[in-house]
């Protein structure tokens, strides 16, 4: 497993993330969050994988339940290895709201303290310094031990920084070979400072794993337009490109596409997981090495079906 080291924080380059545990669009039922799910957890962290990722909107908080249900499958051992993260769904971020949500979370998950709470989304009505000055209180009273944010430009994520004054380590955001734009600005930004980004739907929802992505066109995949037919059929050079290069390595085409966003410095990804066996070859996609020239030609297709996107 490969590792980064961010502001002394050592996190997995492949986390888990956990948007589908109890979450009904996604359709994977009881069976799954009772069962399935708490064991992903205890075998992610038996791989190495250490970032576990969730949110409070996740199934209504259930999502932070079951991540505490597998951290104690797992055993103390396991679960001290853990880095825990969740979000915060910004709707009036004042102070004594983010204080008293980031010690509910920290409640359902079972930690004395959250590794890493962000804010899930900007919010443009509250001003920064009042967002910072709650996250402040989370920071002092010890319930989170850093902080982070979750789709934010690089100028939000610069002005919140400045207004905590202290490190906001990271910004989730989408990134993937189908959405590559944060690394033009936030990935250096992110190596410059020493900040994290973390990069969830690295598959983009399953698009550059699947060899019929039609047929993966259900759930909340109905509502991405990656799963539309003119972007399947602009598509098809970026996942030959990403089919040939797994051919050449023994690997899945799951695996190059988070080859290809962990090559980025300061960049872990947070990708979900159906099963053991999905979750195992995640983890073993990062000690796949791509060529320079097999990096180089998946940004290139990459770009060029992002620009076609913006067209």
């Not at 055993?75 to 980031?102: E, N, Q």
């Not at 409640?107 to 709650?134: C, F, K, M």
């Amino acid at each position: 497993m490969k590792y980064l080291e961010i502001d002394g924080v050592r996190v997995s380059a492949i986390g888990l993330g956990t948007w589908q545990f109890g979450s009904r669009e996604w359709g994977y039922g009881a069976e799954y969050a009772a069962h399935q799910a708490p064991a992903l957890v205890r075998r992610a962290l038996e791989l190495g994988i250490t970032l576990i990722d969730t949110a409070e909107m996740y199934a209504f908080g259930e999502s932070e339940r079951i991540v505490a249900r597998g951290l104690a499958a797992a055993g103390p051992d396991l679960a001290a290895g853990a880095f825990v993260a969740t979000k915060l769904l910004p709707i009036l971020p004042l102070p004594s709201i983010v204080a008293s949500r980031a010690a509910a979370s920290r409640d359902r998950l079972e930690v004395a303290s959250i590794d890493l709470y962000q804010l899930h989304w900007p919010n443009p009505i509250v001003p920064a310094r009042t967002q910072a000055a709650g996250l402040r209180r989370v920071l002092d009273a010890g319930v989170a031990r850093h902080v982070g944010v979750s789709n934010y430009g690089l100028g939000r994520w610069r002005a919140l920084e400045a207004a905590l004054r202290r490190p906001i380590i990271s910004n989730q955001v989408r990134f993937n070979l189908a959405n590559p734009s944060p690394r033009w600005d936030l990935v250096p930004y992110a190596a410059e400072r020493g900040r994290l980004v973390i990069a969830y739907s690295p598959l983009a929802q399953g698009l550059l794993a699947a060899d019929d992505p039609a047929s993966r066109r259900n759930g909340t995949r109905r509502m991405n337009p990656l799963f539309r037919g003119d972007a399947l059929r602009r598509a098809r050079r970026l996942l030959a490109a990403v089919r040939e290069i797994a051919d050449a390595h023994g690997a899945t085409p799951a695996q190059v596409a988070l080859a290809w966003v962990i090559a980025h410095p300061n960049t872990a990804a947070i990708p979900g997981a159906r099963s053991l066996e999905q979750l195992e070859q995640n983890a073993a996609a990062a000690d796949l090495l791509l060529a320079p020239d097999e990096l180089a030609r998946l940004t290139g297709e990459a770009e060029r079906f992002d620009a076609g996107r913006r067209v």
